[in-house]
């Protein structure tokens, strides 16, 4: 959590968050910042931990697709600035002013691709320009060492940390490109300086574009202070392509994991578990391997979720146990202790406390009561390809196996349903309902049966 007294007495902080490129190597129709990591568009993770700086003004400049970002962000405090066209970092940064106009504190400058940056990181930043005072850097950069730094720029630094030169890999030396410390993006610059700077910058590069990082150098040349800060690789990889979608993703998930075991979850197999962003479980929670969370899911104390289930918008009570094998989907409310087995489908079900559906069942649009126990082969039939209805089961009833509910219908508390019953009535509580032909039995008739065929096919046998 962030330190709310440490962030109010320094001078405010403003963000702006660059998102206006085509995003190209992700040759997709979404924006490239709008992919999802752990079941949440990217840009959001880096909104949401920028949040906890309580930054005074939040400005993403968009262009391509801006159009997509407007909605991501509708409801929000976020400012949209238009770039159009696209003339690199530099030049993005700049269409943020009109914004920020008389704002005056500390800007952190990120790219909308670097969705794992911590809001930690971010305040380490902030306080490199503004904890050091007036003879302190103007200027401070998120800089990391990547295994393989590629397209990465590369920095230049003193071992002070003073900044010498920022390089696009496109424009770098071969010596250049055999340096290992690489700029994340990720910028403080204290607001006097930030638009005269990027007003100043040039495009005579090999892309022909206005590169943000060059403003490090001018503020060089006007005698300001400016330093380099190193983060920690897994936080500031950029996503530019679906192979490091995937690698942020993994990064994502390990990071959440040790985060539930830290709170008391038991993860069997933590690498085989997949979770969502928001995916809350309490304490002494058990969930075995290869196990899916996406969004929406919480659970309470003691949970059991067994191998190779898939979850979504569920909220788990106290000491339910899930699966193997079980879906749960949106709407599905399980009080403490209830119970869904094996092949066992839920959707908008509220089941009370104790229910069980332990088998091979679909219940959808129902509420179940506590206790109630819904045999092998249940389906609601909820559907009749236009409209959705509702079953309401009360508490304590059976539900026999293989019984089709077909609603709108009820079934009364503590009422049986027969099993193979197709239930098209509602059901008073307490009554037995039995839907189904009386069986007839006729004594010894399979035995002479089979003796009968038996002396047939001896006689076509002996024929040949
Ligand atoms: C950029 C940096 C590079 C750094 C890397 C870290 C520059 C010139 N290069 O390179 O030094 O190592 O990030 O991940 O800053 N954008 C705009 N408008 C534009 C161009 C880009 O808004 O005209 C936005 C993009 O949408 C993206 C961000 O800026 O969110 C970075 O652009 P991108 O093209 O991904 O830069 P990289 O080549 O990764
Ligand atoms: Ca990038």
């Known amino acids: 959590m962030p330190d709310r007294a440490e962030v109010s007495e320094s001078p405010p902080v403003a963000a702006i968050i660059l998102a206006a490129g085509k995003g190209t190597r992700m040759r997709s129709e979404v924006h490239k910042v709008l992919h999802p990591i752990g079941g949440r568009p990217m840009l959001l993770h880096l909104m949401s931990a920028l949040s906890e700086l309580a930054p005074a003004r939040q400005v993403v400049v968009v262009g391509d697709r801006a159009d997509q970002l407007e909605r991501a962000l509708a409801g929000t405090a976020v400012q949209l600035a238009v770039q159009s066209p696209q003339l690199g970092t530099g030049h993005a940064a700049l269409q943020a002013e009109a914004a920020l106009a008389g704002f005056e504190g500390t800007v952190i400058v990120m790219f909308g691709d670097t969705p794992l940056l911590r809001t930690g990181t971010m305040r380490r930043m902030v306080a490199a320009v503004v904890g050091t005072g007036a003879d302190g850097p103007a200027i401070a950069v998120l800089a990391f060492r990547p295994a393989e730094p590629g397209a990465y720029g590369r920095i230049i630094a003193d071992a002070d940390g003073t900044v010498q030169k920022m390089v696009e890999a496109k424009d770098a030396t071969a010596d250049e490109l055999a340096i290992d410390l690489c700029n994340s993006g990720l910028i403080a610059v204290r607001s006097e300086i930030l638009f005269s700077l990027l007003r100043k910058l040039?495009?005579?590069?090999?892309?022909?574009?206005?590169?943000?990082?060059?403003?490090?150098?001018?503020?060089?040349?006007?005698?300001?202070?400016?330093?380099v800060l190193e983060g920690d690789l897994e936080e500031v990889i950029g996503v530019n392509s679906r192979a490091e979608l995937a690698g942020a993703e993994a990064l994502f998930q390990k990071r959440r994991r040790a985060e539930l075991m830290?709170?008391?979850?038991?993860?069997?197999?933590?690498?085989?578990v997949f979770l969502s962003w928001d995916t809350d479980l309490a304490a002494d929670s058990l969930v075995e391997p290869h196990v899916v969370f996406g969004p929406g899911v919480r659970a309470g104390h003691g949970a059991l979720i067994r191998a190779h289930s898939h979850l979504e918008g569920a909220v788990l009570g106290n000491g339910v146990e899930v699966g193997p094998f079980a879906r749960l989907r949106p709407g599905t409310v399980l009080?403490?202790?209830?119970?869904?087995?094996?092949?066992?489908?839920?959707?908008?079900?509220v089941l009370g406390p104790g229910a069980k559906a332990n088998h091979l069942t679909y219940l959808g649009d129902v509420e179940i009561g506590a206790k109630a126990n819904i045999g092998a082969g249940t389906i609601t039939c909820n559907y009749d390809g236009f409209l959705k209805y509702r079953t309401v089961i009360g508490d304590g009833a059976f539900i026999g196996s293989n019984s089709a509910l077909v609603a709108p219908v009820t079934i009364g508390a503590g009422a049986i349903v027969a099993a193979g019953s197709t239930v098209t009535r509602d059901v008073a509580a307490d009554a037995l309902a039995l839907v189904r032909p009386e069986q007839t039995e006729r004594p010894g008739w399979a035995a002479q049966f089979r003796a009968a065929m038996q002396a047939r096919k001896q006689s076509r046998e002996g024929g040949r």
């Open 335 to 349: 009080g403490d202790g209830a119970k869904i087995g094996n092949f066992v489908e839920t959707k908008m079900a």
């Open 202 to 227: 040039g495009n005579g590069n090999s892309a022909g574009e206005y590169y943000l990082p060059d403003i490090v150098m001018l503020a060089a040349g006007e005698g300001l202070r400016t330093v």
């Open 262 to 272: 830290d709170a008391g979850v038991t993860l069997v197999a933590p690498e085989t």
